[in-house]
């Protein structure tokens, strides 16, 4: 359930408080250092967040998908610490700083939304770098499930080098523990898109039981 579901919101409601853009695939909605000065309100297609750390570079955080927001912890002309990409063409409304006052005086739960998505934030990003260390199967095991709970039924429009990108494991790697578990039968990878066959058994990759 994503958090607007959660906090029983409807952004389309607020669409008009916003400006249409169309991004093709592979645009840079914002960079990491950038200040903000609002956020974005993805109507179609997909986006990748990523942020750089010492000594890498473009650590996948997450995926957002359609009728979710991106680029809030920054919309109150703080310092994005991430930088937000189109997967495929995509179609955003972005809402200027100026605007969530009003916003958030039609639906106060607004405010909460905002607190609860900065919090999910943050945790995302302790997670991801506290995974640094850890084995490459429990990497990827935790990798895929954290997207698998944002698709749930969808197919995942991931690449190896974007995997590796997330993980810091290398394509060889990533490519041996994927064909293994496909055989195993416990994701479906095409090579442009997966999907999880049995997120039981990750579940144990992830918690480190095998």
Do not use: C
Not at 8 to 14: A, G, K, L, V
Not at 50 to 55: E, F, L, Q, S
Not at 91 to 103: A, D, G, K, R, S
């Amino acid at each position: 359930m994503t958090l607007l579901n959660e906090f029983n919101i409807n952004w389309e409601e607020f669409v008009k408080y916003g400006s249409r853009q169309f991004l093709e695939k592979n645009s840079v909605i914002y960079k990491q250092g950038e200040i903000g000065d609002g956020f974005y309100y993805l109507k179609k297609g997909l986006v990748k967040v990523m942020t750089t750390t010492a000594g890498r570079s473009d650590l996948l955080l997450k995926i957002v998908l359609p009728t979710q927001l991106v680029g809030i912890q920054a919309m109150d002309q703080l310092v994005h610490y991430t930088t937000a990409k189109t997967i495929e063409d995509s179609v955003l409304y972005f809402f200027p700083y100026n605007t969530i006052e009003e916003i958030m005086l039609q639906k106060p739960t607004i405010n909460q939304l905002f607190l609860q998505s900065v919090i999910n934030e943050m945790n995302t990003f302790a997670s991801k770098i506290n995974a640094e260390r850890l084995p490459a199967e429990q990497k990827l095991a935790i990798l895929l499930l954290n997207i698998y709970d944002e698709f749930s039924q969808y197919d995942i429009p991931l690449l190896q080098k974007d995997i590796a990108s997330s993980t810091g494991l290398t394509r060889i790697t990533i490519y041996k523990i994927f064909k293994e578990w496909s055989e195993n039968g416990y994701i479906e990878n095409t090579g442009k898109s997966f999907s999880i066959k049995n997120p039981t058994v990750l579940k144990k990759y992830a918690e480190g039981l095998y």
